[in-house]
């Protein structure tokens, strides 16, 4: 088992900037890829970003491109989301994903809550 733990939600007005980090520990995998993913009220969850274990490989929604940016920490099971210039469609929880790539996150972490006012 992967046990993946979120931190650095939060509230902030529109404009802002919020830094997301979430760490797997557990049975963790030589090569994997980690992602965020996430889900507003009412509507159903979503993709986020996503990096290879190396840092080699990332992927944004479109919605996200330019604005946010995912990273991990040299292949230490670690990684984290900047978010800039938020904006109140980005208000959503956001859970973190682990899995061996991108096609099969398999670990999801309990989601941490991004509000961002107008």
């Known amino acids: 088992q992967v046990q993946l733990v979120e931190s650095g939600g939060g509230l902030v007005q529109a404009g802002g900037s919020l830094r997301l980090s979430c760490a797997a520990s557990?049975?963790?995998?030589?090569?994997?890829?980690m992602g965020w993913f996430r889900q507003a009220p009412g509507k159903e969850r979503e993709f986020v970003a996503a990096t290879s274990w190396s840092g080699g490989s990332t992927d944004y929604a479109d919605s996200v491109k330019g604005r946010f940016t995912i990273s991990q920490d040299n292949g230490k099971n670690t990684v984290t989301l900047q978010m800039n210039s938020l904006k109140p469609e980005d208000t959503a929880v956001y859970y973190c994903?682990?899995?061996?790539?991108?096609?099969?996150?398999?670990?999801w972490g309990q989601g941490t809550q991004v509000t961002v006012s107008s």
């Open positions: 994903a682990y899995g061996r790539s991108p096609l099969t996150f398999t670990y």
């Open positions: 557990g049975r963790t995998f030589d090569n994997y890829a």
